[in-house]
């Protein structure tokens, strides 16, 4: 890397980071899972950053980075990892408790799915990627995309209402 | 929008899972960026080198009667693990988490459904398979008492009168290898993060301590054994005893010290269950723990020494990643797990998978896209790969 590319890919790194962050949470669960498939993903990009500096969409190229990383990496490690990770206290909202434990139940039903699943819900839910979008990213059809993304959904909605007669 | 997908996006969106950058974070990323290279370079090299002693093997006519000829010299000069290559075998819908393996059998735990399933390692078919209550997190198994053990763990955390609460718990089955008929069912109030079955007993290494599920008199006890956070367990049969992790120290915030904390591995007698031996002090988090033919090796995430190597009796270090650490590209960290007479070790910066050498850490033969755990037994080695199962094909002095 010369040293512009090493500038704009410190900066893309300092102004970014956070955002994959939450991103990689997303994916896997758990905070030190999330850091290092973002360490590992921006070092696989470092290396070709000249190129993808150029692209339209840099951070779009270090996200499907971040979820092959995840998939096709040791990162998922459930048998490892409590996948309910340490999560920050809201420090100013002030939403209804229900609101709150809604959203604790769907992130705890999210911990149940497979990784490829969780992965195609976060980048339709999240990313808003269309399903075409989804396939390119996951190497898979689009056929692949709407049967996982069902079958996940039917998962999630299975669990929450579970959780939800339970309270 | 189903009221499902709305509350998807709203809790995908929700800003309490907003992470923030430890600082160094750029350094990491440099660190990893040159390890991948300097591993690239590696490989490179390697193959520039055998593709010339192939070139010029075949230029002398080594190569004109067999093609075969050429590769006694062509491995003499590649990097020293063999290339492992792997099979995916078809055990159905589920998708595989875990699994055990004995001479005689596969077992494995799935979900999408819930399952534990035998496969007969002799023609990888589906022999016996049966639901579970719930989706399994890891399987043990106890060949001598002929069971095989699952646990599952839940840990939920409710949010009322601004103060928060949480509830772990562990569900315990075990099945006859035989025939899978459930003969122990036991539950704990903790997260369980690994557990080692050893003469009808489940080790337990939970959010709360060391536990052992007995059930010898046909009665499941769970009693505490040791106590405070305890992330790794491991059996040393031919010692009578068990090794377990625990949590030493605090983790730091410095960006130059290890953020991961410190450890150290202990002894307890599995006849006696006091104490024998508690080690140095070790700084790693995310530990795992692997005993083979005497020897001790320890992984983990942290700063650096991600891969231990333990004197058996003292439980001190003894070396660190002993011959391996030129061909294994650790990066942030590794995890162990014991084979039939091989160490097995996921190395973080290269995500390779690697057959290790218990005595001298040499690495025997890697894989580069194998993921999950893995188990062995001599002569075959499994993997629980992206919810598939996937038989590794063992070369170079990896036996298993």
Not at chain 2, 105 to 110: E, R, S, W
Not at chain 2, 179 to 187: F, G, H, I, M, Y
Not at chain 2, 237 to 246: E, G, I, P, Q, W
Request: glycine share 8%; charged share 20%.
């Amino acid at each position: 890397m010369n040293r512009a590319d090493e500038a704009d890919f410190r900066a893309f790194v300092a102004a970014r980071s956070t955002s994959l962050l939450w991103f990689a949470h997303l994916l896997t669960g758990d905070r030190h899972a999330a850091e290092d498939i973002v360490q590992t993903a921006l070092a696989k990009t470092a290396a070709g950053w000249s190129r993808v500096r150029h692209k339209e969409n840099p951070e779009g190229y270090v996200r499907r980075a971040i979820v092959n990383t995840h998939l096709n990496g040791l990162r998922r490690r459930p048998w490892r990892e409590q996948p309910h990770g340490d999560v920050p206290e809201l420090a100013t909202d002030r939403r209804p408790e229900s609101d709150l434990d809604e959203r604790d139940a769907m992130w705890h039903a999210l911990s149940g799915l497979p990784p490829r699943q969780r992965a195609v819900l976060v980048l339709r839910y999240y990313e808003d990627l269309s399903e075409s979008d989804i396939a390119e990213v996951l190497g898979c059809s689009r056929g692949t995309v709407k049967s996982q993304a069902a079958k996940g959904l039917l998962h999630l909605r299975r669990i929450v209402q579970k959780e939800d007669a339970s309270t | 929008m189903t009221d499902v997908e709305k509350l998807l996006r709203q809790t995908l969106a929700d800003p309490r899972h907003r992470l923030e950058p430890l600082p160094g974070m750029y350094d990491g990323v440099r660190e990893r960026a040159r390890h991948r290279q300097q591993r690239m370079v590696q490989l490179a090299s390697a193959v520039t080198v055998v593709v010339v002693i192939a070139g010029v093997a075949t230029a002398v006519g080594l190569n004109t009667h067999s093609p075969r000829k050429a590769q006694p010299a062509a491995s003499l000069s590649a990097s020293p693990p063999a290339h492992g290559q792997f099979n995916r075998v078809d055990v159905g819908a589920g998708s595989t988490g875990y699994l055990s393996v004995t001479p005689s059998a596969i077992f494995l735990a799935q979900t999408d459904p819930n399952g534990l399933v035998t496969v007969s390692p002799s023609d990888l078919s589906v022999a016996k398979q049966i639901v579970t209550p719930d989706a399994v997190q890891g399987t043990a198994v106890d060949e001598d008492r002929g069971l095989v053990w699952t646990w599952s763990s839940t840990q939920s955390t409710t949010d009322a009168s601004g103060s928060s609460a949480s509830t772990d718990s562990t569900s315990i089955h075990a099945y006859q290898t035989s025939t899978l008929a459930k003969t122990v069912e036991a539950s704990l109030p903790y997260y369980t993060f690994s557990a080692v079955a050893l003469r009808g007993e489940l080790w337990l290494a939970t959010s709360a301590g060391l536990y052992v599920v007995d059930n010898t008199n046909g009665s499941p006890t769970a009693t505490k054994v040791s106590g405070g956070q305890v992330f790794s367990v491991a059996a040393d049969d031919a010692h009578h005893r068990v090794l377990f992790s625990v949590h030493v120290d605090t983790p730091t915030t410095s960006s130059s010290a290890n953020t991961m904390g410190f450890i150290a591995v202990h002894a307890i007698d599995s006849n006696t269950r006091r104490m024998t031996t508690v080690g140095a002090p070790l700084p790693v988090g995310k530990e795992s723990i692997a005993v083979v033919d005497g020897q001790v090796w320890v992984a983990g995430y942290g700063s650096d020494s991600l891969l231990i190597h333990l004197d058996a009796s003292t439980l001190r270090p003894i070396g660190v990643g002993v011959g391996s650490l030129d061909t294994l590209d650790l990066g942030p960290g590794a995890i162990v797990w014991p084979g039939a007479s091989v160490v097995w070790v996921r190395a973080g910066g290269s995500e390779a998978l690697s057959c290790m050498d218990p005595k001298t850490g040499a690495v025997l033969e890697q894989w580069d896209a194998v993921q999950g755990p893995v188990a062995s037994v001599v002569g075959r080695a499994y993997a629980a790969s992206d919810g598939s199962l996937e038989q590794l094909t063992l070369a170079g002095g990896c036996k298993g």
